[in-house]
């Protein structure tokens, strides 16, 4: 992540983050647009108030980017790991799903 972009290694190194959710909860929750950073606020700051710089710095950077670039991002990770999360997740019908809660996110910061 060099140039300021997350790249499918990036992706790859919180794997864990990415399916925690069961695929078949995550599509359920994206189809129906749920607000999971709303939801799960206090745990999320949580998490958020014990990052170290570097995952600050990444954290920073995916809520600049495009939202279509990361669902590419997810496309790569779906098409390397088979993990139905990341096709989710990269699904253009979810975007609005994804740009609710990385606003949620920007507002928590």
């Given at each position: 992540m060099g140039d300021g972009k997350i790249t499918y290694r990036d992706?790859?190194?919180y794997e864990t983050l990415f399916?925690?959710?069961p695929s078949f909860l995550l599509e359920l929750l994206a189809r129906k647009n749920k607000n999971l950073v709303s939801k799960?606020?206090?745990?999320?700051?949580g998490y958020m108030d014990n990052l170290t710089l570097d995952q600050r710095n990444k954290l920073d950077i995916i809520l600049s980017s495009?939202?279509?670039?990361?669902?590419?991002?997810m496309d790569e990770a779906y098409r390397r790991s088979g993990k139905r999360q990341y096709q989710i997740l990269a699904n253009p019908n979810y975007k609005k799903?994804?740009?609710?809660?990385?606003?949620?996110?920007?507002?928590?910061?």
């Amino acid at each position: 992540m060099g140039d300021g972009k997350i790249t499918y290694r990036d992706v790859e190194e919180y794997e864990t983050l990415f399916t925690l959710a069961p695929s078949f909860l995550l599509e359920l929750l994206a189809r129906k647009n749920k607000n999971l950073v709303s939801k799960y606020k206090p745990i999320i700051q949580g998490y958020m108030d014990n990052l170290t710089l570097d995952q600050r710095n990444k954290l920073d950077i995916i809520l600049s980017s495009d939202v279509d670039e990361l669902q590419s991002i997810m496309d790569e990770a779906y098409r390397r790991s088979g993990k139905r999360q990341y096709q989710i997740l990269a699904n253009p019908n979810y975007k609005k799903f994804i740009v609710d809660n990385l606003d949620g996110l920007r507002e928590m910061i």
